[in-house]
């Protein structure tokens, strides 16, 4: 009998520390997509308005010394990213934690229709900022006639 309760006690034990482990993973993930969220949408409202040095703020170390100023990477944004320059409304989906980044799923949508699907890669800098080293854009295949 004795042996039954310390078995339902380390149950007991270990189911809650099972439900707060998750619980504490889906806190930090809903944690970190708010705070991509701001990221992005700073950075897009930032590149639709010309505020070039705003957007390259957003930008990694990498990508800054990838791109050297604001205007080659504005440039690059907008040759390169049509789906990102030209969005109208984005929506956020999943987000993939790791070890040294965190990857956010960003739907893009324009005329009310999703038209591409980015994956925006985070990384933390030396003052524990979040920024983007880099955005990778799968366009939305539609269905053939």
Same mark, same amino acid.
Request: hydrophobic content about 40%; glycine content about 4%.
């Given at each position: 009998?004795?042996?039954? *309760?310390?078995?339902?006690?380390?149950?007991?034990?270990?189911?809650?520390?099972?439900?707060?482990?998750?619980? +504490?993973?889906?806190?930090?993930?809903? %944690?970190?997509? @708010?705070?991509? $969220? #701001?990221?992005? +949408? !700073? $950075?897009?409202?930032?590149?639709?308005?010309?505020?070039?040095?705003?957007?390259? +703020?957003?930008?990694?170390?990498?990508?800054? @010394?990838?791109?050297?100023?604001?205007?080659?990477?504005?440039?690059?944004?907008?040759? +390169? /990213?049509? $789906?990102? /320059?030209?969005? #109208?409304?984005?929506?956020?989906?999943?987000?993939?934690? *790791?070890?040294?980044? %965190?990857?956010?799923?960003?739907?893009?949508? @324009?005329? !009310?229709?999703?038209?591409?699907?980015?994956?925006?890669?985070?990384?933390?800098?030396?003052?524990?900022?979040?920024?983007?080293?880099?955005?990778?854009? *799968?366009?939305? @295949?539609? !269905?053939?006639?």
């Amino acid at each position: 009998m004795k042996s039954v *309760r310390i078995f339902l006690i380390f149950f007991q034990i270990y189911f809650l520390f099972i439900t707060f482990s998750y619980a +504490s993973e889906g806190e930090e993930k809903n %944690s970190k997509n @708010k705070i991509f $969220q #701001e990221i992005i +949408s !700073k $950075q897009i409202a930032a590149i639709q308005s010309g505020n070039k040095k705003v957007a390259f +703020s957003y930008a990694s170390e990498n990508i800054k @010394k990838k791109f050297i100023n604001e205007e080659n990477f504005y440039q690059m944004v907008k040759n +390169s /990213y049509p $789906q990102i /320059y030209y969005a #109208e409304k984005f929506v956020l989906g999943k987000v993939l934690v *790791r070890n040294v980044n %965190s990857i956010q799923e960003v739907n893009f949508l @324009k005329n !009310k229709l999703h038209t591409a699907t980015a994956y925006y890669v985070f990384i933390k800098n030396d003052l524990d900022e979040w920024k983007i080293d880099g955005v990778i854009v *799968r366009p939305k @295949k539609g !269905k053939e006639i």
